[in-house]
Every structure is written in C-alpha cells, then in structure tokens.
C-alpha cells in the first residue's frame, strides 16, 4: 500500500519506553515534542528517586481483580520498585504477566496492594475490607488497597510516569508531605 511501517518491540522498562518514543518521534518528524514527552518521563523517575531512594521497601503486590499479576520484566514492576515497593509477585518466579490465585496473594502477605481501576473499582475494595478473610492479608487490614487509573500503570505509554507518582506518593506518603 505504500505506507511507510513503524514497528517496535515490546516496552518491558522505562528506558524501553524512552528509546520508543525518541525512535517514533525521529519517524513523524516530531523530534522536539518525543524530547518534551521523554523529558517530562525522566522528571518523573528522578523526583521518585529523590523522594522514596531511601525508603523502607513495602511489600506490594499488583492485583488485577480478573486474576492476574505482573512479574519482573515489566513496566508495573518497575513502577512498584521505582516507587519505594518491593513487588511480592517476584517470589512467584513470574517474568511477565501471569496469574494469580487467592491463595498465592494470602501466601504472599502483601503490605500493600496496587489494583488497576477500569471503572469505579471503589466499591470492590471497600467490600474487601470489610470481609473478615480477606482482612488476613496485612494491606487489607491496614487499608493499603488502592486503585490506580488503569491507563497509568496497566500501558505501555508516557502515562505510565504518573502511574510511578502516584503509587510512590500511595506507599510514601511520607515522602510527600508538605
């Protein structure tokens, strides 16, 4: 057909990311805004470095509640790390997405669970917490169930940057203060 073809590989980091959008930006002709995007990425990785660097690990644990998880190699996984957590899901052995059963997510003890929410996934978490079993799972009893726009950490894309700030600012809210 005659129209030219941009094919990129998949996006497993932010430094994946970066390079695909300055690569997709040389492509369109639009070098200077890709920069801007890239530049606003990299704002947002060193204010979460600066912020939670130092921070006590919590121990997280990515819940999509049709079942599924992220494992290393993944751009959840490198928000939960970059964002002062520890992802849980790693002691799986997953690489990718993979998933996960109620038992495994009791097994794992998260301190803090980070669910994509599609739609208004509110009232889903309320009712987790007040379910007497669930409130075995240390984030559930600590009220550290916090639903995340899907969109920022669930793609491959520049919203994934404000995915990372608000999960660094859910886990550390410390941090944050003032």
């Known amino acids: 057909a005659g129209v030219p073809l941009l094919r990129q590989s998949q996006i497993a980091s932010f430094a994946d990311m970066t390079a695909g959008i300055r690569v997709l930006g040389a492509a369109v002709g639009a070098d200077e805004r890709a920069e801007a995007l890239v530049r606003d990425i990299e704002i947002a990785l060193a204010e979460a470095d600066r912020r939670v660097g130092r921070a006590r ?73 007040r379910n007497e079993i669930w409130n075995r799972v240390p984030a559930v009893a600590a009220g550290r169930l916090y639903g995340v726009p899907a969109a920022w950490v669930n793609t491959e894309s520049f919203h994934a940057a404000r995915g990372l700030s608000r999960v660094a600012r859910l886990l550390h809210p410390e941090a944050f203060a003032g």
């Open 57 to 129: 690990r919590v121990r997280v644990l990515y819940f999509d509640p049709r079942g599924y998880t992220m494992g290393a190699g993944t751009i959840v996984d490198e928000i939960l790390s970059r964002a002062g957590g520890r992802n849980v899901a790693l002691a799986l052995g997953l690489r990718g997405p993979g998933e996960i059963g109620v038992e495994a997510l009791f097994a794992l003890e998260p301190e803090a669970i980070v669910m994509p929410r599609y739609d208004d996934v509110m009232p889903a978490l309320a009712a987790l917490s």
